[in-house]
Structure formats: C-alpha cells, structure tokens
C-alpha cells in the first residue's frame, strides 16, 4: 500500500522537489515521540453485519511433531481493500460482486475482527513477515518512498526464512515496498548504495540497470522474487530476484498520480494496466511448477491490486458500473479465483492453507463519492479509512481456507493481528520461535481448529504516524492522540480543549463515536500501563525483553 491517501503533498512539483532534495523523515527524538502515552488522555452508531455467505542464519527448535500434515501455505495479501469492500462482509450493502472471495469464505473461516498492525502500507507489511511491529523500527512516519532503505534487518528472523528452514520453497510475487538497497547513479556520475547503519526513508539517483539490487526479498528469507517495488513508485519495471528485467530508459511523466503514479525512470512499453495480470500469470506458473516438482513451498502473493496506479485491465474496465476503483476490485476478486483454480488444477488445494486479507482499510485518496452513491460502504460499519486510527484503517477482511481442518462456512469473532501469522505457522509445524523473533506474534492455530477462546489479550495499532498508536483489549480501544492520527490534526485538536486521549468501547460503539476516556479512568490507567511495557520490554508476547530498534524507553518518563 503507497501513500496518495495519506499525504498532504498534493501537487508533483513539491513531491519532485523534496525527491531533489533526497527527502527523509528523521527520527523522531524521544521528546516527541508519543506523548499522549504518559499523558492524560474522534463519529454513527451501526450494527455489525450478518453472515453473508455463499534460513540459515537462524536457528529454530523443533518441538514435538504435529499430528496435522504439513500444508502448503499462500498468502494473497490485496492492497487497499476495505473491510466492507467484500460482499460476505457487508452483505446489505456492498455493491461489488465479489464471488470468488465469498466462496473462499464458504469454503473457510471468516474472521469478523482481524487488523493489520498498521493503517498504512510498509509497516503494515513488516509486521506480516517479521510478528514484530513496525513502530519499534527507525520508520516513524509514513512508508518508505523512493529507493528506500531495507527496513527488515538482514539478521532478523523472517516468516518466509523460518518456513525455508523446515523445507519449505519460499517465493514472493508482487509488491514489495519493504527497501531495498538499490544501486543509484548520482549526477556526477557515482553509484552509490545505502550507508551501512545508516537509514534513509529515501534515496535520490537514476537506478542502474545490469547491477545486482541487494537486500531484497531473496537475502530476508525467500527463494525466488518477481515484482515490482511499488506500483506507484520509480522505477517502473519489474524485478526478478536481485536486477530489474528491463532498462528503465524512459520516464513517466506522472501528470495523473492516481492513474500513473509519480514521474520517474520507466522501462519502454510499460503499461500499469499489464502489471496486476502479469503477477498473477507468474504465480499460476510458480504453482503449476509446485504441483509438478511436489515441493512443499510457502508462496507471498502481495497483490498491487487496489491500490493506484488504478488501472483494470481491459475485460475489467466497465464492469463494476460505479468506478474504476470497483472494477479494479472485481478484477481483484478475479485473480483470487484463478489462484484457487491453479491449485485444485494441480491438486495442491487439499494440502494447502490459503490466506486472503488486505494489508490496510480502503484509500480515501481515490474518489469514494460513486461507492457512496451506489449505497457501498467501504469500511462496512466502521469510522475511517487508510492510514487513520479509528477501525476503517486497519480492520481488514481475512478469510482462510484450510481444508480437513478448518469448518466450511465458519466464522471468527476473536480479535487476531496479521502479524500472528508467523506464530502460527510456526505453531502448526511444531516450531519454536527464538526469543528475538516474532515478538508481537500470537499463534490463532486454535482457532483454525474450531476453537472459541480468545488467543490475543490485545493488540497494539499504529496509523501513519508512529508517534500515535491505538491497544485493542477486548472490547475497549484507547487512542494516543486526538483526532484521527495526523500530527496536525491532534495538535489543533488539543488546542480546541479536546482530550489528548481517545477510548471506546467498539463493540457497542463500532463508529467510535462517543469518547468515554473521562468516564472510565480506570480502563484508561490500564490499558496505558499495559501500552507503556510493550514499548519498554521489546514485545507484546510471553519472553525475554528484547531492544527496540530506536529508544523508546525515556518515552515513559514523561
């Protein structure tokens, strides 16, 4: 997921001149990192929706053997779609046919109240392939942008690295946008890769074509990667394993962001209309490979798909009869359902687990106005959208197919991270994590089986700025700052005399209308202490304190 919804750099101009002047976001300094945390201390009541149905660096013990086979397991993570952008999920009201999504649910498990870590792109997806959150690395505000440094560090222990370990071949497809360490020709004519140590949020220089593009998905833990950085991002071209496929000689004018994204180096004949088709005719092959060779393997598909640039293809454009946005939905829908065609044609689907969900809520950057003419709630019953705190941001659809384990049909109301999906791969093979990985990762396994006890005491939430961060207990959400995420927003908030702290009880209150911070201290006491430990001990989950990647810590003194 990129950043057009959630920047407030409207013009090319600006966005070319900060890229002129190789523009970073520093890190936040400890004074200003989060205060709301120590501190004292945002709107429509809803009704939840009714079922709607149709490697080697790293050393991992091997508990005792499950008793289940060892599955398959393929990740479709879409990008920009919101929690009622799926009819299963808002059955009265979503406009867009999605049929290969709801007979995946028909055929799976439905889970009702799954959040990304993240309401926004980059560390939404670093906390899927790490189980650690975003917010304890250098990156304090928005994503990475052009040619930015690799955020996983090389010696951390990955989802993919740990599956490569028990056997498994690992691939990515598609979207990346967690840096790489990208050889840049400096106008003097000096290629230059990033400083050991050093991050940059962003880099400026002309990619070199012909040389090796390090720190990429094939050194953090996958066997193999085709795709592109990031979809709206320079360069423009794809990306096999370690060097882009084609020279990237021409420039794309990026006079329309959402149809074409920013200006930059593009390869010659590049269309933004060919790239989601592209992904999805490469992992159609990587697993027809798998059904021949019989490899057990671990297959990311991070879709490029809704995200800008908007581009259905052609059997697509038109389709939907409300907007560009929905077609590309449909088409989104389209590739799910040539994923699950692809295994049963190659007889992989009754071994393999298939997740489906969105790596954030629905972009506000793209026009909404035809889904709201159209009766289309984009974030079902919930307030918000991409890169904000309230629920839009970050709860997403997830749908898991796993057959002869999980019930056809089912449904999940337990609180669950996307994070947790490395605790419980882990989990089903009979893994042990160690003590520096997965820190934020709880294991859902037993839900997967038919259990009904909550697995996650709570979970932690981070919008577009780092500094503001939102805990889930239960049924109660507090918020670390007024407004709904932006530093601007919280800033002129206080100052209106609003508190600078947020609880609801999202159960009754899905819209988080109503601030109830003044009349529960108690809950709000809590839930800040319990915030306070995760940020001091390294983790969320049962272990050994682990350091954060920055300084945190002097944060709770204040």
Known sequence: MGVHSVLCFKTVGFIGALFALGFVVPRLAAAVWLPAIISENMVLQADLPKDGLPAAPFETEVAENNPEAKPNIVVILADDIGYGDIRCYDPQYAKVATPHIDRLAGEGMRFTDAHASASICTPSRYSILTGRFSWRTPLQDQVLWFYGFPLISAERLTLPGMLRQQGYQTAC?????????????????????????????????????????????????????????????????????DRMIADPVDHNPGKDLIACGYPGPMASGWR????????????????????????????????????????????????????????????????VGQMMAALE??????????????DNGHSGWVDVKPFQKAGHRRSGPYRGSKAYI?????????????????????????????????????????????????????????????GTTPVRQDVVLQCITGRFLAIRSGDWKLITCAGNGYVNEHESAVKRGLPPIQLYNVANDPAEAKNLQAQYPKIVQRLRAQLAKYISEGRSTPGPAQPNDIKLEGLLSR
């Not at 998905?217 to 085709?226: E, K, Q």
């Not at 790239?275 to 159609?284: H, I």
Request: with cysteine; aromatic share 10%; hydrophobic share 40%.
């Open 173 to 241: 497809i598609g979207k990346w946008h967690l840096g790489m360490d990208w050889p840049l020709r400096q106008a003097n004519g000096e290629v230059t890769r990033v400083p050991n140590g050093k991050f940059l949020q962003q880099r400026g220089g002309a990619p070199v074509f012909g040389e090796p593009i390090n720190h990429g998905p094939t050194t953090r833990g996958f066997d193999s990667y085709f795709g592109v950085d990031t979809p709206n991002f320079p360069p423009y071209t794809f990306i096999e394993n």
């Open 345 to 358: 044609k190659g007889g992989l689907a009754g071994n393999t687990l298939l997740v489906f969900t969105s």
């Open 390 to 450: 309230p629920e839009g941001g970050h709860r997403v659809p997830m749908v898991i197919r796993w057959p002869g384990v999980v019930k056809p049909g089912a449904r999940c109301d337990q609180l669950v991270c996307l994070g947790d999906l490395m605790a419980t791969s882990a989990d089903l093979l009979g893994v042990k994590l160690p003590a520096n990985a997965g820190e934020d990762s709880v294991s859902f396994l037993p839900l997967l089986r038919g």
């Open 272 to 335: 933004f209309d060919r790239t989601l088709p592209t992904l999805a005719g490469k992992a159609e092959e990587y697993l027809a490979q798998r059904a021949k060779d019989q490899k057990r393997f671990f297959l990311y598909l991070p879709l490029t798909s809704i995200h800008e640039p908007i581009a259905p293809s052609a059997p697509f454009v038109g389709k939907s009869g409300i907007s560009p946005v929905a077609d590309f939905l449909m088409e989104t829908d389209a590739v």
